[in-house]
């Protein structure tokens, strides 16, 4: 009797101090097993108290008095399935007659209290169908990717979501970003996931940093805009080059004719032969407000013609492979005209902590307007949360796992010798001599100066 009295003091212990150093730990082990149960046993009355049950039909209630039987209850919606997760339980339900979806995601703040779960989200995968993701620890706090994030063309995981499933930024589905966040917001972890994700694919990365010394920038070449603003404006216009030499072989293989299917007329890229498919390319614009200021004419000159490129790039440069990443501290129509024009086309949302609310509309106030106020709410001391959005209108909150200028790099040089040969961009390419130490150009992609 004693040995076994020890034994559950053990369990207990160790069960309390993973809680508390290793609520991962604690979730594998004990944690989904109990939640689980507690799902299970409270699942009825919890969706009574808050709401979410529907009363009997009156043909039941009819029979009832018919045969003097005790009155039905309420009934809550159908479970489908509970899946246990690394982070949490997945909970899919069908919605009773009468029920809709958005009472269920009204619902989620008094799920999570009900269910002893950390988070509750929920979204309606089709009429009818709602699936309520639950968190049963932090998983912002310490951002842990799974080892098997599956991976495909131009879909590169670069951080956690506030439910525990990943985050990507997908190209294809999604061609065009904007990133905004302050100093010492994360914004520049979050560039280098970016970045050394890129570095495994077969993409080109065209980097213009606009900062003297960009911390974000994992390319120890990566030459400085500002120390050669005779060669700023020559980037982007290359990149317009390149994107109409694309567009002409595309309509060279387009294949337009009557026996050809509707299904192998090539309109993008992604429709030609893997063997003439030209080179994604990826514009990863850093500190864009230094692209837009001006104290000259001159300067004013040059900077409409980069501002007009960027616009035609993301305008027209999904079909021919090209995508535009912005990033930046503001990104308002202070900085000239055709910027809103730009933002407009930047359909990916990106916001770190900001330092006050227009800085957060510039980013949602046309796409997510409930995203503002999560944005403002981001706490300091908490680098790397951020606030994502489309123009779907929904949002949320990830965390980009931190890592390192060092692991970016090595990252990037393991994957050196994917580098892409992009002829409109090789007069960009920096020339670095090889050095023993491992500092070999880091990512696949053609870094060039704007």
């Known amino acids: 009797m004693t040995g076994s009295l020890v034994t559950l003091l053990l369990v207990v212990a160790t069960a309390v101090i993973l809680r508390w150093r290793r609520p991962a730990w604690y979730w594998m082990t004990f944690g989904v097993t109990l939640a689980a149960l507690r799902v299970a046993v409270r699942y009825a009355s919890v969706m009574d108290a ?15 008095r018919m045969t003097n039987r005790p009155v039905p209850e309420s009934r809550a919606p159908r479970i489908l399935r509970l899946r246990p ?41 089709r009429s009818g169908i709602v699936e309520l993701r639950m968190t049963g620890y932090d998983v912002l706090r310490r951002v842990q990717m799974p080892a098997e994030t ?34 010492e917001s994360g914004k520049s972890v979050y560039q280098r996931n970016l970045v050394a994700g890129l570095a495994a694919h077969d993409v080109a990365l065209v980097g213009i940093d606009c900062s003297r010394a960009s911390s974000s920038s994992a390319r120890p070449a990566l030459l400085r805009p500002r120390r050669q603003p005779g060669h ?97 501290q503001r990104f308002g129509s202070e900085l000239g005209k055709g910027i809103t024009m730009l933002r407009a086309q930047l359909t990916g949302r990106t916001a770190h902590r900001v ?13 997510a307007p409930d995203a503002v106020l999560a944005a403002i709410q981001i706490p300091t001391d908490v680098p790397g949360i951020a606030v994502s959005g489309d123009s779907t209108g929904g949002w949320t909150r990830i965390r980009a796992p931190h890592t390192s200028l060092r692991q970016a790099v090595n990252i990037c040089n393991r994957h050196a010798d994917r580098t892409p ?20 150009p880091l990512t696949k992609a053609a870094p060039t100066t704007a």
């Open 50 to 64: 808050c709401g979410l049950t529907v009363p009997p039909a009156r043909w039941r209630l009819s029979l009832a």
């Open 85 to 125: 997760t690394r982070t949490g339980l997945v909970l899919r339900i069908k919605l009773r007659p009468g029920q809709d979806a958005f009472d269920v995601a009204s619902a989620t703040d008094r799920l999570r209290h009900s269910f002893g779960m950390y988070g509750v989200t929920s979204r309606e995968l």
């Open 150 to 183: 599956g991976p495909a063309p131009m879909r590169i995981p670069v951080a956690l979501r506030e439910d525990g499933s990943v985050h990507y930024r997908d190209y294809r589905a999604v061609p065009h970003g904007l990133t905004l966040g302050v100093t």
């Open 232 to 328: 700023r404006p020559r980037t982007p216009r290359a990149l317009v080059q390149h994107m109409e030499d694309v567009y002409q072989l595309i309509r060279s293989a387009q294949r337009i004719t009557v026996d050809v299917p509707d299904a192998d007329i090539a309109a993008d890229i992604w429709d030609l032969p893997a063997d003439i498919r030209p080179t994604p390319v990826v514009v990863l614009v850093d500190e864009v407000a230094e692209l837009a200021l001006f104290a000259t004419k001159d300067e004013e000159k040059r900077r409409d013609r980069i501002v007009t490129a960027l616009v035609r790039l993301a305008q027209l440069g999904r079909a021919a492979g090209i995508y535009l990443e912005i990033c930046g």
């Open 355 to 367: 330092n006050d609310e227009s800085s957060a509309n510039m980013a949602f106030g046309d796409i």
């Open 421 to 440: 040969d992009v002829p409109a961009l090789a007069a960009f390419r920096p020339a670095v001599a090889p050095l023993a130490s491992a500092t070999a």
